[in-house]
């Protein structure tokens, strides 16, 4: 088998398709580099926000532990006026916390427990109308568990004497939950230097809970994680000891406890690196005066010491955790369902460019076919119209030659030179027919017709040939045919057509059939069948015999002249009327095509 180089059009196909190959693969790979660096942009946001969140929470909590501590210089005045005038001690920064505060609602109960060398520990909680602690008789249930642990001065004394490093209770309890604020005792000298502790204090200030379920943690969440009042994660602050669920940004509480959350984060801690911070606070009501701000400002020594202590701190779980869980499921899930929207985007994108090569191509082969039927049409017209015209030349020069000079061989010329005139005009009109239809030009005139006339007009065309061919025509016409809605001369046209077919591909020597019924296909029709005995159509002609300027292979090489316009005709002069021309065909079995006509009645 000789080797043909394939053509350009395919090479170009090839090509594209490489290319869109390769761009396939890139877009795959650049979408999962895109995703990976979206889901760490992601968790860097949610990491940076949850951060944020825990910070406010424990800068608002860091605010009441460092204003609800005593200075050691205020605490060592007040006493000693409170021990002169037999009072409870003064307490200034309670006063100005409960004043100034930006949340004062925060802090519910404030207590205090002193304890001396020697003695029980004396319980007393702050009055806020009298500005001053009340003694009280017996410890409050919201402390009882912590009485054991303040019974006596050694333990007392731990918490104090070191306040620095932290005392082994914690700065927090968040069971209660409150803060715990030890003070520094207070060292008296005597005459000979030597030095005494007088009383050992500690400040339980207990949190309102409620506060910072409903007011608190919800205006936090809304500032950091709500986009136009919609939450993009499940917000769920847990207590990490007891797994109690503090709070739920979700309508649905069960919505909060999840076991893998996308992000999370330690809070409530006394962040006491931001202690300079608050001594001086804008958003204060009543500010501290220069020399209050100054008694309570840290050292920048002892700011830097308290900082690397909270560093150290940091590192151990904070008694509470703020939990992070996207809406749509996890971080994961978002990012898999980006990729996969991105990928459906841009592989959509490429196959619609694939179908658009594709029907490019297609659109290239079907016109490189329609012109090479086009070729084929103009090459078997051109010879159609030759046959006849060298007929009636020769006949109309031997006629002018009196060449023929009996009065029958005359009268044969004349009728052999109105055949081939009939011929070329048949050939014209079928052209003309077909330009006039696909240019829409051809306007119809329909009418109520009766289809027996119709057939009649197409038998009285067909007979020359049918003569010439020595074929004959049978007719079964039923009585009480109805009428149809249609333009006489093309309906009579396409039985024509469809005729002539008939006789020149399937009825040479034998005989061709013409029958009508009455049908219903969506409505009742008028069917026109033509019948031929030949050896029928091949099966890979069928599905394009009513395309304009197609002839089969058989046909062409049988050598039967015409010109691949007669079933197109017959197929759009159907399509004007409503109705369809269909075709029923098996080799050696003969043809039939059918047209399908609607009535009257239901036009």
């Known amino acids: 088998m000789r080797w043909q180089r394939p053509s350009g059009l395919l090479v170009l196909a090839l090509v594209l398709a490489a290319l869109l190959g390769l761009l396939a693969t890139l877009q795959w790979h650049w979408l999962g580099q895109i995703s990976a660096s979206e889901r760490g942009r992601m968790q860097h946001t949610l990491r940076r926000q949850a951060n944020e969140f825990a910070e406010d929470f424990d800068r608002e909590i860091t605010r009441a532990y460092i204003w609800l501590q005593m200075d050691p210089v205020w605490l060592q005045v007040d006493r000693l006026a409170a021990q002169a005038a037999r ?27 002193a304890l001396g060398r020697a003695g029980e520990p004396r319980l007393t909680r702050y009055d806020r109308q009298k500005a001053a602690f009340v003694s009280l008789e017996t410890w409050p249930q919201e402390l009882e568990m ?79 994680f709500s986009a136009n009042g919609r939450f993009g ?7 990490r000891r007891t797994r109690e669920l503090i709070y739920c940004s979700a309508a649905e509480t069960p919505q909060c406890r999840f076991d893998d959350p996308d992000d999370a984060e330690d809070m409530f801690e006394i962040r ?31 700011r830097r010491v308290l900082a690397g202590r909270d560093a150290l701190r940091a590192r151990v779980p904070g008694p509470w955790e703020v939990a992070l869980k996207h809406q749509s499921g996890s971080l994961e899930t978002v990012v898999a369902s980006t ?83 009939r011929r070329l005009t048949q050939m014209v009109e079928q052209v003309m027919e077909f330009a006039g239809i696909a240019t829409g030009r051809r306007q119809l005139d ?76 969506g409505g009742p029709e008028v069917r026109v069948n033509v019948l031929d005995y030949g050896p029928g159509i091949a099966a890979q002609d069928l599905p394009h015999i009513f395309e304009p300027f197609y002839r089969g292979r058989d046909v062409q090489n049988g050598h ?39 009535a009257a009645d239901s036009a």
Not at 90 to 108: G, M, T, Y
Not at 233 to 239: F, G, P
Not at 574 to 588: E, L
């Open 233 to 239: 994660y499940r917000v769920a602050v847990i207590a």
């Open 339 to 421: 990729r996969q929207r991105n990928l459906f985007v841009s592989f959509g994108v490429l196959l619609l460019l694939a179908m658009s090569m594709g029907l490019i191509l297609i659109s290239t082969g079907r016109a490189r076919s329609l012109a090479a039927r086009q070729m084929e049409f103009v090459a078997g017209v051109s010879h159609e119209l030759r046959t006849p015209l060298a007929v009636i030349g020769s006949a109309a020069e031997n006629l002018a030659d009196g060449v023929v000079a009996d009065a029958g061989h005359v009268r044969r010329y004349g009728t052999l030179i109105a055949s081939e005139g």
């Open 87 to 113: 009072a409870t001690v003064p307490a200034k920064p309670f006063e100005r916390w409960f004043s100034s505060s930006p949340h004062p609602e925060l802090v519910k109960t404030i207590y205090q427990v």
């Open 560 to 598: 039967v002249h015409g010109s691949g316009l007669g079933l197109s005709l017959v197929a759009r002069i159907m399509a004007q009327h409503r109705g369809r021309v269909t075709v029923r065909s098996a080799p050696d079995h003969g043809t039939t095509f059918t047209l399908h006509i609607p």
């Open 446 to 521: 329909l009418r109520p017709v009766a289809v027996p006339a119709v057939i009649d007009d197409a038998l009285a065309a067909c007979q020359p040939l049918a003569r010439e061919q020595g074929c004959r025509i049978t007719v079964e016409l039923p009585s009480g045919l109805p009428t149809v809605i249609a333009d006489a001369a093309a309906l009579s046209r396409s039985v024509q057509n469809l005729l002539s077919n008939a006789i020149k591909y399937g009825g040479s020597g034998g005989s061709v059939g013409l029958t009508a019924e009455i049908g219903n296909h």
């Open 272 to 302: 006491v690196r931001d202690f300079n911070r608050f001594v001086v606070d804008d958003r204060l009501r009543t500010p501290l005066s220069a020399g209050e701000a100054s008694a309570f400002r840290l050292s920048p020594v002892r």
């Open 146 to 224: 912590l009485q054991p642990r303040l019974a006596t001065a050694a333990q007392l004394e731990r918490l104090v004497e070191a306040p620095v490093q932290g005392p082994p209770m914690g700065r927090v309890e968040p069971s209660i939950p409150a803060l715990v604020i030890p003070y520094p005792p207070i060292v008296l000298r005597n005459q000979a230097g030597e030095r005494s502790l007088t009383e050992l204090v500690l400040t339980l200030a207990v949190l309102d809970k409620n506060y910072i379920q409903r007011e608190l943690l919800p205006a936090l969440a809304e500032r950091h």
